[in-house]
């Protein structure tokens, strides 16, 4: 059978793919990139805002549309949370809800009737990221979140908090590193409450991983700034942890900060950017910022952009506030109009971009180690312009000959130039 995987939302979903994709592959089956040749379609949905609850619906709807013949199983947080309504929608056969996540397989195989052929299927190694490209691999280490920041309707969604085992995610690193893979990116609803459930922590999980692999790049998901152990910094020595952390900030009030039920006043956070910076050098600190949360006053917005500023970022995740039925914020009151959140949204784009560029050019004229991608863009007749990312996460790009290939290389590189959001580089 040939199925087809489509996802919305966020990392964690793209590793879910991942793996099931690796066990529909095990069990005989075929994935293909192309939906409408596919005679299963599974689709991970996603319910973070309105607008991805919407987006869900859509995609199922268009699904079934362009490929009426096809069956439909449906996961993730908006069926989840809207089981009778998406177990409605045109050309859903299954709903799997995020708690039975990890026998989506299983469960397809056995209520649509799906035969297993395990004989007639090939190496795991042939779908290897399907979705991403060969070079990079999202690893789902836990799930669930035990914190309730009252804007938040993905720890509903997803439940109680549950680890992988170190020893099973060391199993999966191996097995992509003997695929060709390059750089694993660590992943979770709540990644630094990893081992919350099984006497352990985020910190024991990386030096495992540092210590019984041999991938060449370990990059870390979204994690709470307060989630941060004593001796997190220190694993930053070791060259294959990625000098990259993206530190949710929501809001740089902590007035604001209160009502979002965030556990990291604005003091920490800067205590804690002052402590990566001064320990890992070149670190790239991101984050995301919610705009005109409910209540946001006109000194609190000023507050916010202010510490914002302070602080640098060399990105912004930026949403702006809307109404998330199902969590405390929906009923908090005093909500900010549309055209003050607009506005709010414009001032902040326009200095994240300017910081985004500041920190491009602090990377200028070093050499940078670049872990190449397979996109490409064809520059005249007989050159293409490829892209890469550096340790700390900066996109890089640059211009080789029609006969050469970089793709899932990792080579050195000096940037030159600042072009739109990517540094132009030369080879060394």
């Known amino acids: 059978?040939?199925?087809?995987?489509?996802?919305?939302?966020?990392?964690?979903?793209?590793?879910?793919?991942e793996s099931w994709a690796q066990a529909f592959q095990k069990a005989g089956h075929e994935i293909t990139r192309k939906q409408n040749d596919a005679q299963l379609i599974i689709v991970n949905s996603c319910a973070v805002t309105q607008d991805a609850v919407r987006k869900s619906r859509q995609l199922i709807r268009r699904i079934h549309r362009d490929n009426p013949s096809a069956k439909i199983v449906a996961s993730g947080c908006y069926v989840t949370l809207q089981a009778d309504e998406a177990a409605e929608l045109l050309g859903v056969d299954l709903i799997v809800s995020n708690q039975d996540k990890d026998r989506l397989v299983e469960l397809a195989m056995a209520e649509l009737d799906i035969p297993s052929m395990p004989a007639m299927s090939t190496e795991p190694a042939e779908i290897s990221l399907f979705s991403r490209g060969r070079q990079r691999a999202f690893i789902k280490v836990q799930d669930g979140c035990r914190y309730r920041c009252t804007f938040c309707i993905v720890t509903v969604a997803r439940g109680e908090e549950k680890s992988t085992p170190i020893q099973q995610i060391i199993k999966?690193?191996?097995?992509?590193?003997q695929q060709?893979?390059?750089?694993?990116?660590?992943?979770?609803?709540?990644?630094?409450?990893?081992?919350?459930?099984?006497n352990s922590n985020l910190a024991d999980l990386i030096q495992a991983i540092l210590d019984q692999t041999h991938v060449p790049r370990l990059r870390l998901g979204s994690l709470e700034p307060w989630d941060l152990p004593e001796n997190f910094f220190a694993l930053f020595s070791n060259p294959r942890l990625m000098p990259h952390l993206h530190l949710p900030l929501q809001s740089g009030s902590d007035s604001v900060l209160k009502r979002m039920a965030r556990r990291c006043k604005t003091e920490e956070f800067s205590q804690i950017a002052q402590k990566a910076?001064?320990?890992?050098?070149?670190i790239n600190i991101t984050t995301d910022i919610i705009v005109?949360?409910?209540?946001?006053?006109e000194q609190e917005w000023q507050e916010s952009f202010a510490f914002i500023k302070q602080i640098g970022f060399g990105h912004i995740?930026?949403?702006?506030?809307?109404?998330?039925s199902g969590t405390k914020a929906a009923t908090l009151p005093d909500p900010v109009q549309k055209s003050i959140k607009k506005q709010r949204s414009q001032q902040l784009h326009k200095l994240a971009e300017q910081m985004k560029q500041d920190f491009l050019r602090q990377n200028m004229g070093q050499s940078l180690e670049i872990l190449w991608e397979g996109q490409k863009e064809e520059v005249d007749a007989t050159?293409?312009?490829?892209?890469?990312?550096?340790?700390?996460?900066?996109?890089?790009a640059v211009i080789i000959n029609n006969k050469e290939s970089l793709e899932n290389t990792i080579s050195p590189a000096i940037p030159k130039e600042v072009s739109d959001n990517y540094l132009l580089t030369e080879l060394i």
């Open 277 to 282: 910076r001064s320990v890992v050098p070149n």
């Open 172 to 177: 999966d690193i191996n097995n992509f590193v």
């Open 317 to 324: 995740h930026i949403f702006t506030y809307s109404t998330r």
């Open 180 to 198: 060709g893979v390059k750089e694993v990116i660590l992943t979770g609803v709540h990644l630094g409450g990893f081992g919350s459930d099984i």
């Open 1 to 17: 059978m040939l199925v087809h995987l489509r996802t919305l939302g966020c990392r964690l979903n793209e590793a879910e793919l």
């Open 383 to 396: 050159t293409h312009k490829v892209f890469g990312y550096t340790p700390n996460y900066l996109r890089l």
């Open 292 to 297: 005109g949360f409910p209540g946001e006053t």
